[in-house]
């Protein structure tokens, strides 16, 4: 019986991280660099925010909308 409570365990701790990386699209070759290209596409998008935050005309809700579209790129249009 503790074998099988292990088992079972073992099973709803590790079995949803496997299924989400076998179907998200990384595979063991690609996935670092698409974390690369994450990164970078993050970099780039903090550093067009904070540029644009020292600018008088825009509002928090513009450098938001900004802030969601980079978030949406990285998480939709990397290959």
Not at 7 to 29: D, H, M, Q, R
Not at 52 to 79: E, K, N
Request: charged letters at 10%; glycine letters at 8%; a positive charge.
């Amino acid at each position: 019986m503790t074998l099988f409570h292990f088992g079972n365990c073992f099973a709803l701790a590790y079995f949803p991280y496997f299924i989400t990386y076998k179907c998200s699209g990384l595979s063991e070759y690609n996935a670092f660099w698409k974390c690369v290209q994450a990164g970078v596409t993050y970099l780039f998008v903090q550093l067009c925010k904070v540029r644009d935050s020292g600018t008088p005309g825009l509002h928090v809700s513009s450098l938001q909308a900004f802030q969601i579209s980079g978030t949406r790129l990285c998480l939709c249009h990397l290959p």
